[in-house]
């Protein structure tokens, strides 16, 4: 559903990505993983428009996002979470998750025609998200009074509030604990079933490699290996790519 | 009440309508130091109205927010893409240009035998529809003060209505808002019109207490202050702005207190507010909690 075509990404001389390909399949949990600047974020940026690439396209289900807006994209479809966190600290979580949902209608509707609706935050939709991600006793608490797991989870839910069909999630459990990953791995498993393609990356292997459905890795802003998990990790390309720290390949070994 | 007393409220009435135009850009994320400049659009449109082509004072006072608003509105189209230090300098730029043009620009009627309208750096005297309507200085504080209540209450308005949450959210994050489909440009430019038209509403009622206004009175300075009343009193609510020109104006300036040391209070108060509380006495944070509490 979701294909990048020969994309790249140059600043200056640096090729951040350098010509990757990607097909997602639809309803797939898709790793993406590589050493720290490796191009992973980039990757996501690119597809969200948050970057324009150098060269190639981004498609969705064959259709060419690569000139869109970032709001055009989020209305096809394509939603993301923060490697740093960012919600608008100042809204209710309850708000952060309506705003997430209903910008797109508030572009199209009448400057003046949505001045007297309130209270669209208490929609069924907005609760069951917040019971999704374990947030419904903080509905009405500034986002920037969260902790920083929930602030993951609020971002999340804020990711499935414009109802993607695809959605990337830029290092979910980046300072979670094991049990916490735990919880995630199992909300993104719950997320797929509900018809959401993920393209997740992470280093938390344990994570990557315990739910992802095939899991490409990434060095130098170019795709040095693509398969399941079991293939990935068997990869001596892939070793290679790890090796710089013996501790990285032992974790990659054993996960 | 006596003449300073009611003096002092009309300052503060006045002081605080450029005070909230200053906030507003401030909730939309944009510091601007030129709010002077359609205070001054205001006074001088509206006074023009008024004074030499004889309008009614309603309809004066109209066309002074309109010119404010139109003005806010078209400065805002190129300047909405710049943020932080470029938006401030571009702000403060044309609010000199602005008070540059005032300074040459000549526009004299002959009114029932008087020479009447701006004479350049000389100023524009004799805007006196209020005297001539006899309005004692205590019934034209009532109009300067439903003035201030109008805008209270639109601002109101736009907070039910959900404006003024669509402009903190741009505010706050303008990437994270554009991904989400909000119109960033077009909320930015509704609230600089907004700002012009609210600040150009305090220039009419000002120039037609004052009766006489000049390019120099809307100095850098006026525009510096309107911005520290909303840094100070907070930008969680509309009533901030205008307690901190409630602090500045009724405080440290009328009761005299420190003299000829009120600026070095009020830059120091300015500057340990800021630290202490970033967002002002009157923040987000407190506001929530406020309205969390009021819930109960």
């Known amino acids: 559903m979701l294909a990048l075509d020969s994309l790249s990404k140059h600043f200056g001389g640096v090729r951040a990505v350098d010509g990757i390909s990607l097909t997602l399949k639809e309803g797939e949990i898709f790793g993406l993983i590589g050493p720290n600047g490796s191009g992973k974020s980039t990757t996501i940026n690119l597809i969200t428009g948050l970057y324009t690439p150098t060269t190639g396209t981004v498609r969705l289900d064959g259709r060419d996002l690569t000139a869109m807006a970032q709001h055009e994209r989020t209305a096809m479809g394509v939603a993301r979470t923060f490697q740093n966190i960012r919600l608008f600290g100042n809204l209710t979580v309850a708000e952060n998750l309506w705003v997430a949902q209903n910008g797109h209608e508030q572009r199209r509707a009448h400057f003046l025609g949505r001045w007297f609706r309130a209270g669209g935050e208490h929609s069924p939709e907005i609760g069951e998200l917040l019971k999704f991600s374990r947030l419904h006793s903080k509905r009405d608490v500034q986002a920037s009074a969260l902790s920083f797991g929930e602030m993951r989870r609020l971002e999340m839910a804020r990711a499935l509030a414009s109802r993607p069909r695809v959605l990337l999630l830029d290092e979910p459990a980046a300072g979670a604990s094991r049990e916490d990953g735990q919880i995630l791995a199992e909300r993104i498993r719950e997320t797929r079933d509900r018809g959401v393609t993920v393209l997740l990356i992470e280093h938390m292997m344990e994570l990557v490699m315990g739910i992802s459905d095939r899991v490409a890795v990434l060095n130098f802003g170019r795709k040095i290996?693509?398969?399941?998990?079991?293939?990935?990790?068997?990869?001596?390309?892939?070793?290679?790519?790890?090796?710089?720290?013996?501790?990285?390949?032992?974790?990659?070994?054993?996960? | 009440m006596d003449g300073f007393t009611i003096s002092v409220l009309s300052n503060i009435a006045l002081f605080s309508f450029l005070a909230i135009s200053a906030w507003v850009l401030l909730i939309a994320g944009e510091i601007s130091f030129g709010q002077q400049a359609y205070f001054a659009l205001g006074a001088y449109g509206a006074g023009i109205a008024t004074a030499v082509w004889q309008w009614p004072f309603a309809l004066g006072?109209?066309?002074?927010?309109?010119?404010?608003?139109?003005?806010?509105?078209?400065?805002?189209?190129?300047?909405?893409?710049?943020s932080g230090l470029h938006y401030a300098i571009a702000t403060l730029a044309f609010a000199e240009l602005v008070r540059a043009t005032l300074n040459v620009f000549t526009y004299r009627r002959d009114v029932g035998g008087v020479a009447t309208g701006p004479d350049g750096a000389n100023g524009f005297r004799d805007i006196r529809w209020v005297?001539?309507?006899?309005?004692?200085?205590?019934?034209?504080?009532?109009v300067i003060a439903g003035c201030l209540a109008g805008v209270i209450g639109l601002v109101a308005l736009l907070t039910r209505g959900r404006f003024m949450a669509r402009l903190r959210i741009v505010g706050e994050d303008p990437i994270l808002a554009a991904m989400m489909g909000l119109p960033v440009a077009r909320t930015r430019i509704a609230a600089a019109a907004l700002a012009g038209g609210i600040a150009a509403l305090g220039g009419a009622l000002y120039a037609h207490l004052a009766t006489y206004v000049e390019p120099a009175q809307f100095s850098v300075m006026t525009g510096v202050h309107a911005l520290a009343y909303g840094l100070i009193g907070g930008l969680g609510t509309v009533f901030g702005p205008i307690l901190g020109v409630l602090i500045d104006i009724g405080l440290l300036e009328s009761l005299r207190i420190f003299a000829g040391y009120r600026m070095v209070v009020f830059g120091g108060l300015v500057a340990v507010v800021l630290i202490l509380r970033p967002r002002g006495v009157l923040d987000e944070r407190m506001m929530h909690r406020v309205a969390a509490w009021l819930r109960r």
């Open chain 2, 131 to 142: 005297y001539e309507a006899g309005l004692p200085p205590g019934a034209y504080l009532l």
């Open chain 1, 225 to 255: 290996a693509e398969g399941s998990p079991a293939e990935v990790q068997a990869n001596a390309d892939v070793r290679a790519a790890y090796l710089g720290s013996k501790h990285k390949d032992e974790e990659l070994i054993h996960a």
């Open chain 2, 61 to 82: 006072v109209a066309f002074g927010i309109g010119l404010g608003a139109l003005v806010g509105g078209l400065v805002a189209w190129p300047a909405v893409r710049l």
